[in-house]
């Protein structure tokens, strides 16, 4: 299925349909990453959680992740201003903690692995933020993050509808 390029009367173009429904389909998958997204949560500070989540998707280009936890990071308090500034943090770093820069920069490594592997330097900078266990967790919530994100790029997850 396509997006329809007519426009509505107020120009805009129509939403597109999702192609499948993941969790209608494939139910016991689906159910575990729930329970890995779960899992992912622990241990990771909520706001922190958010950058990430809101990182990886902008990359990954997922229109439905990047609404969904944008809201979830507004809902929870982060600032308009911190979430707009995100795409652009190399050039923003004042609007961050040393510890969300060292997790932003690990969350590029992890997600765009088409740049190579994770850097020693950017896994220095992260191992020195971060506890060995609290980088174990973060390193399993960037994961979570880009397999949610591959499943909504691929199945065309429709974002806008995502009430917090």
Not at 6 to 23: F, I, K, M, Q, Y
Not at 89 to 101: D, G, P, V
């Amino acid at each position: 299925m396509t997006i329809d390029h007519a426009h509505d009367t107020r120009g805009r173009v129509p939403e597109h349909s999702p192609r499948l429904d993941l969790a209608k389909l494939a139910p016991d998958a689906y159910k575990a990453m729930i329970r890995l997204d779960t899992a992912a949560r622990q241990g990771v500070e909520p706001t922190l959680f958010n950058l990430v989540k809101i990182r990886a998707s902008q990359l990954n280009h997922c229109a439905y992740c990047l609404d969904m936890h944008s809201k979830d990071a507004l809902a929870a308090g982060e600032s308009v201003e911190r979430i707009i500034q995100l795409g652009a943090w190399a050039e923003s770093r004042h609007f961050y903690t040393a510890k969300e820069i060292a997790a932003i920069e690990l969350t590029e490594a992890i997600t765009v692995l088409t740049d190579g592997f994770v850097s020693d330097e950017v896994y220095a900078r992260a191992a020195n933020e971060f506890d060995e266990t609290e980088l174990a967790r973060l390193i399993v919530a960037i994961t979570t993050i880009n397999a949610w994100n591959r499943f909504g790029v691929s199945t065309r997850m429709v974002p806008g509808h995502y009430k917090p």
